[in-house]
């Protein structure tokens, strides 16, 4: 009878989409962990890579054989092993599937980068990338509730996985990623809620990212954001900055000790807003915005509170400015 032995680590999602397979075939095997940062000398020897998962075969005979990279050791499980079939019979078919699984891992090294980057511009950028992946997924998934309809496969092993992934993003931030996708976003509750691979992603390799969450919650915490979200707080600081203007015009070259403190808090409170939306914004754009609102802002108020002329120069100016502005709004960065 052969022997199977799973080596694998806590956090891999090449592990998980293995034990996945090899649990739906219901086949029998052990798990062995290694800590990846502090690789044993006999998992460098049976490695060639020094990564897991490591599938060890040993037959009835005594002979041994080690398989290595996930979709290896799911093909070989598929071909080997009793039960339910997880590629379709049509060569076409088990081949098309096979391109899909492929196109599964681009995305799990797409998440590697969403989760640990700590630059918003390629934050968003990654997320736009990935959410447009998932859409070509959409255009081909059909009823389900799994890839291939009410037959679990091996595409689903390796999506299970990635799932999991937003299972944990979804407790630290709002990502919107399948609000357009209705059919992706059945095909992840389907995998989330099948009992059979539960047990086993709640265990050992299923602690798939205590390690690394920890800079992407701390990147979140720290103020990643939204574009939409960047410009409201750009905009909060240009108004700031008006009135940070006009404080300092009141506060009489700081010798009015109420208004000086107004000025100094304001200047404080459109820096720091204005770096928070510079995190998700171009700088150039940004900057001059935020100047631009200042200026006009500052003009205006100066008419009203101060009896400021507005002749039609200086209206012309503030024209030229809003329209700097839009032009700068729409224009590609």
Same mark, same amino acid.
């Given at each position: 009878?052969?022997?199977?032995?799973?080596?694998?680590?806590?956090?891999?999602?090449?592990?998980?989409?293995?034990?996945?397979?090899?649990?739906?075939?219901?086949?029998?095997?052990?798990?062995?962990?290694?800590?990846?940062?502090?690789?044993?000398?006999?998992?460098?020897?049976?490695?060639?890579?020094?990564?897991?998962?490591?599938?060890?075969?040993?037959?009835?005979?005594?002979?041994?054989?080690?398989?290595?990279?996930?979709?290896? &050791?799911?093909? =070989?499980?598929?071909?080997?092993?009793?039960? $339910?079939? *997880? !590629?379709?019979? #049509?060569? +076409?078919?088990?081949?098309?599937?096979?391109?899909?699984?492929?196109?599964?891992?681009?995305?799990?090294?797409?998440?590697?980068?969403?989760?640990?980057?700590?630059?918003?511009?390629?934050?968003?950028?990654?997320?736009?990338?990935?959410?447009?992946?998932?859409?070509?997924?959409?255009?081909?998934?059909?009823?389900?509730?799994?890839?291939?309809?009410?037959?679990?496969?091996?595409?689903?092993?390796?999506?299970?996985? &990635?799932?999991? =992934?937003?299972?944990?993003?979804?407790?630290? $931030?709002? *990502? !919107?990623?399948? #609000?357009? +996708?209705?059919?992706?976003?059945?095909?992840?509750?389907?995998?989330?809620?099948?009992?059979?691979?539960?047990?086993?992603?709640?265990?050992?390799?299923?602690?798939?990212?205590?390690?690394?969450?920890?800079?992407?919650?701390?990147?979140?915490?720290?103020?990643?954001?939204?574009?939409?979200?960047?410009?409201?707080?750009?905009?909060?600081?240009?108004?700031?900055?008006?009135?940070?203007?006009?404080?300092?015009?009141?506060?009489?070259? =700081?010798?009015?000790?109420?208004?000086?403190?107004?000025? *100094?808090?304001?200047?404080?409170?459109?820096?720091?807003?204005?770096?928070?939306?510079?995190?998700?914004?171009?700088?150039?754009?940004?900057?001059?915005?935020?100047?631009?609102?200042?200026?006009?802002?500052?003009?205006?108020?100066?008419?009203?509170?101060?009896?400021?002329?507005?002749?039609?120069?200086?209206?012309?100016?503030?024209?030229?400015?809003?329209?700097?502005?839009?032009?700068?709004?729409?224009?590609?960065?």
């Amino acid at each position: 009878m052969t022997r199977l032995t799973l080596i694998s680590d806590h956090l891999c999602p090449y592990v998980q989409r293995a034990a996945i397979a090899l649990l739906e075939k219901g086949v029998p095997f052990e798990r062995v962990t290694v800590d990846l940062a502090h690789k044993p000398d006999w998992f460098l020897a049976l490695s060639p890579l020094g990564k897991v998962p490591l599938l060890r075969v040993q037959d009835g005979r005594g002979a041994e054989a080690v398989l290595f990279e996930s979709s290896v &050791i799911c093909e =070989y499980v598929e071909e080997t092993q009793d039960g $339910v079939r *997880l !590629h379709p019979d #049509d060569p +076409l078919e088990r081949a098309r599937h096979r391109a899909w699984m492929e196109f599964g891992s681009t995305i799990l090294a797409d998440l590697w980068v969403l989760e640990t980057t700590p630059e918003p511009v390629t934050f968003a950028g990654k997320r736009d990338g990935i959410i447009a992946k998932f859409g070509r997924l959409e255009a081909v998934l059909g009823d389900g509730p799994y890839f291939a309809g009410d037959r679990f496969s091996l595409v689903d092993a390796v999506f299970a996985p &990635i799932f999991r =992934y937003f299972d944990v993003f979804d407790t630290l $931030v709002a *990502l !919107h990623m399948f #609000d357009t +996708l209705p059919k992706v976003g059945r095909w992840r509750a389907a995998l989330s809620s099948r009992t059979r691979w539960i047990r086993i992603t709640a265990t050992g390799c299923g602690r798939f990212l205590p390690a690394t969450t920890h800079i992407f919650s701390r990147r979140i915490r720290r103020g990643d954001m939204s574009q939409g979200l960047a410009w409201i707080l750009l905009v909060v600081a240009g108004l700031l900055d008006v009135a940070w203007a006009i404080s300092m015009k009141y506060a009489q070259g =700081y010798t009015r000790l109420g208004w000086s403190i107004l000025s *100094l808090a304001l200047l404080g409170g459109f820096v720091f807003l204005l770096g928070r939306a510079l995190e998700a914004l171009p700088v150039g754009t940004a900057y001059a915005i935020w100047t631009g609102i200042g200026a006009v802002g500052t003009v205006l108020l100066g008419v009203v509170l101060f009896g400021e002329s507005l002749n039609p120069m200086r209206l012309g100016g503030i024209g030229l400015v809003v329209a700097g502005i839009a032009a700068l709004k729409l224009a590609p960065a």
